[in-house]
């Protein structure tokens, strides 16, 4: 790499964060850390998405219950991230629109908007000597974390971040080599080759805290099987689906 400064040099740094101290972020922190979020670029400026900022140790529990990460219980702060098009209800309600958000569009415009914001919040807090790890499987139960979590119509839960300041940090993970995910011009596809040698350097990485299953297994518990259907169920019953 050429080019490098502070900033690049955090980026490259980003592992993820499971195990946290005692140590609370201030209430300004995580205003400060939202706000960074908050900053990142989004759909039209429509800002498609909300952010519920958990602390209270009995609503963590209340997640943990049904999504139970360690990460959740013992964070500092869980910040899901909810995409949302029931503000747009009442901006076209006001304008006489006739609300038509159910599609794929819909979703991707507002999982995109948080996802975007949601790594801003991530790189803001390791600025700061905080970490923290995304989890993304409370998806696996939707409707329950909407409940729990008092979403409206037209909302969806999408992830949260369990922030923190680190107990210890993980050696950076290995990416996929640059040229099998990064083309010049036009898409290249690769071969099974690429990810027999990709395995080979997840199980390097991992070492001795290997879990038995090779990376390319990992995409088979993934997508060897019909999806979870929470999501569906749940966008279907926020009116989104
Ligand atoms: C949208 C999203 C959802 C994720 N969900 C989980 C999760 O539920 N549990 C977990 O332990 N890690 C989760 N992760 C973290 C990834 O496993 C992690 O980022 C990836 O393995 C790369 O490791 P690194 O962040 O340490 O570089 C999630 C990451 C993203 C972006």
């Known amino acids: 790499m050429t080019e490098q400064n502070e ?11 499971r195990n946290f101290t005692e140590e609370k972020l201030s209430d300004e922190t995580v205003k400060t850390l939202i706000e960074a979020g908050r900053a990142a670029s989004n759909w039209k400026n429509f800002q498609s998405y909300s952010i519920i900022v ?18 959740i219980k013992n964070c500092s702060h869980y910040l899901v991230f ?17 609300f038509q958000p159910a599609g794929i569009e819909s979703l991707l ?3 995109v908007d948080a ?12 600025s700061l000597g905080y970490g923290g790890v995304m989890i993304g499987l409370i998806r696996d139960q939707s409707e329950e974390i909407s409940d729990v979590l008092n979403l409206p119509n037209y909302t969806y839960p999408l ?19 640059y040229e099998a995910v990064v083309f010049p011009e036009k898409y290249i596809e690769q071969s099974q080759e690429v990810i027999k040698e990709y395995d080979k350097v997840q199980d390097d990485y991992a070492g001795a805290r290997r879990i038995g299953s090779t990376w390319s297994s990992r995409l088979v518990d993934q997508w060897g099987q019909a999806e ?3 999501s569906t169920e749940n966008l279907k019953k926020k009116k989104l689906l």
């Open 115 to 126: 996802s975007v914001a949601a790594e801003n919040v991530l790189l803001a807090a390791e």
């Open 228 to 230: 979870n259907p929470s």
């Open 109 to 111: 415009i507002s999982s």
């Open 82 to 98: 909810v995409g949302d098009m029931n503000r747009a209800e009442k901006g076209v309600a006001l304008n006489g629109g006739d």
């Open 159 to 177: 992830f949260g971040i369990a922030l923190g300041k680190p107990a210890r940090l993980n050696d950076v993970k290995p990416r996929l080599p």
């Open 7 to 17: 900033t690049i040099n955090l980026m490259m740094k980003h592992t993820s964060v």
């Open 54 to 71: 958990v602390k209270s140790q009995e609503q963590k529990e209340a997640i943990f219950h049904y999504q139970p990460q360690k990460a």
